[in-house]
């Protein structure tokens, strides 16, 4: 499976958050994010921005790692470009 379940198992054992805590943050059920984390199926992409909200609430280190290891960088806005 793919990159968000061994980036969400990462951090949740890195950071202490135990699934359940993640799945009623989240609303879902346990099992949902049991799968996640044991990459027997990937989140949509609807549910990793879910994931990243949730772990705000928890930990925000924890948030910004996530996106990290998930994205490979740390999301930044783009800077706004001058008008000419």
């Known amino acids: 499976m793919g990159k968000a379940g061994k980036a969400l198992k990462?951090?949740?054992?890195?950071?202490?958050?135990?699934?359940?805590?993640?799945?009623?943050?989240?609303?879902?059920?346990?099992?949902?994010?049991?799968?996640?984390?044991?990459?027997?199926?990937?989140?949509?992409?609807?549910?990793?921005?879910?994931?990243?909200?949730?772990?705000?609430?928890l930990n925000e280190a924890a948030a910004k790692e996530f996106v990290l290891l998930y994205l490979g960088r740390i999301a930044q806005p783009e800077p706004e470009q001058p008008e000419d």
């Open 10 to 57: 990462r951090v949740l054992e890195t950071y202490n958050i135990s699934q359940n805590r993640l799945a009623v943050t989240m609303g879902l059920n346990r099992s949902t994010v049991y799968q996640w984390f044991n990459e027997i199926t990937d989140p949509s992409a609807e549910s990793v921005t879910q994931i990243i909200a949730a772990l705000e609430q």
